[in-house]
């Protein structure tokens, strides 16, 4: 393609998108292959697919291409970033503020992708500070092929950093114990997987000193990232122990758990927002398309897209092919077209790391198997609410 951005067309194909009927029609996006058109049939296959055309036209200096790929690279890491897709889809709801359709679909994913949160151990050095007029902490922080240990693999590969290849390998993430991801479920209570909580448990961390990070986060700037006062939690005092047998479903019926929440900050500038995902009640059907919200790896936050449902093992578990790493723990799993959330990761099958000729590490998912991710269904966990 060349380098020569055509923005009339582009605006004419995002116009044409938001133009369509209620239920997003893939062939409409100019896609002849069929496993891409199952990818975008859905709601949130027509947000992406909005913010991938939204993009260049942000960036004009961007190859379309490039443009495209920042969200998304469909044939290798099936996660893109969702500070972009929010910035490009606000963008979109700016120009388009009467489109009903596009806002209400655009509101259900910024309400679940600010109710995601990044659990941790209160960093020793973190500062209060002041960002254009927004009070923030900064947290110190490294970029993530620094701080990835990868001898938990392989002792071999001891003192390795990931490859620069990977879009995120320079993504900065808090200097800090880093358990996993969850989600709230109402304004106080975040759900996550069990066995994250178990390891703040395990690591001997204070209850007083867990943290829960909400939202996206800025990535690092001069070694330290930043978070807006409003986005920080920690424990309820309510709450005892980090992880409570009554607010938790263990063995064969799941892996997840609930812990109450509240504000670290009593006094704020901007309030703390009550937001929190929407549990589905419908039962769970075999190549249901799904989404997933979550810090694997502990970078800023991700977005998996094109996954579906493989098998369901009674109500309790499901396995899908979603493009999670480590850190993704406890991240929601959320329904395409409903955007409800209908379940908790839990592990990952088949994670390939080697190391390559340049003395790098290369990190991903096998999905040539199925079964690929193991996950919790939320209703045996919405029960013991």
């Not at 582009?10 to 100019?30: T, V």
């Not at 701080?147 to 993430?173: K, R």
């Not at 395990?202 to 990070?213: A, C, G, N, Q």
């Not at 379940?343 to 999905?367: F, P, Q």
Request: aromatic residues 8%; charged residues 25%.
């Amino acid at each position: 393609m060349s380098d020569t951005l055509n923005t009339a067309a582009l605006q004419r194909n995002l116009n044409h998108l938001l133009d369509l009927p209620d239920s997003p029609h893939a062939q409409s996006f100019g896609l002849e292959d069929e496993t891409l058109m199952e990818a975008f049939n859905n709601s949130i296959g027509f947000l992406v697919k909005a913010a991938e055309w939204q993009s260049p036209l942000i960036e004009p200096l961007m190859n379309v291409d490039v443009a495209a790929n920042r969200l998304f690279t469909l044939d290798n890491d099936k996660r893109g970033e969702v500070g972009h897709m929010l910035s490009y889809l606000k963008a979109i709801k700016r120009a388009h503020p009467n489109h009903e359709k596009f806002g209400k679909l655009y509101e259900r994913f910024k309400t679940n992708a600010e109710a995601v949160v990044l659990i941790l151990a209160e960093p020793e050095d973190w500062e209060l500070s002041s960002f254009e007029g927004k009070a923030e902490i900064t947290i110190p922080s490294r970029p993530c092929r620094e701080l990835v240990d990868f001898s938990v693999y392989d002792p071999a590969f001891e003192g390795l950093m990931l490859c620069p290849e990977a879009f995120y390998s320079s993504d900065h993430i808090p200097d800090a114990d880093i358990f996993g991801s969850g989600c709230f479920i109402s304004p106080n209570r975040v759900a996550t997987a069990a066995h994250v909580l178990e390891a703040a448990e395990e690591m001997k961390t204070d209850p007083r000193k867990l943290l829960f990070i909400r939202g996206h986060y800025d990535d690092g700037k001069n070694q330290r990232v930043r978070v807006n006062t409003n986005q920080i939690y920690r424990l309820s005092r309510k709450q005892k122990k980090i992880l409570e047998d009554s607010q938790a479903v263990y063995g064969q019926k799941g892996d997840s758990a609930w812990v109450e929440v509240e504000p670290y900050f009593k006094n704020t500038p901007e309030p703390y927002p009550e937001v929190h995902c929407d549990i589905s009640t419908t039962p769970l059907q075999k190549g249901q398309r799904l989404y997933a919200l979550g810090h694997g790896l502990a970078v800023p936050m991700k977005l998996s897209f094109d996954v579906e449902v493989e098998e369901i093992i009674g109500p309790y578990w499901l396995h899908s092919d979603m493009h999670v790493f480590p850190g993704n723990s406890g991240s929601p799993i959320f329904d395409a077209n409903s955007q409800q959330l209908i379940g908790i990761v839990n592990g990952i099958h088949a994670l390939n790391v080697r190391k390559t000729a340049t003395n790098c590490i290369e990190l991903d998912i096998d999905l040539r198997e199925k079964l690929s991710i193991l996950s919790s269904q939320i209703t045996p966990l919405s029960e013991t609410f």
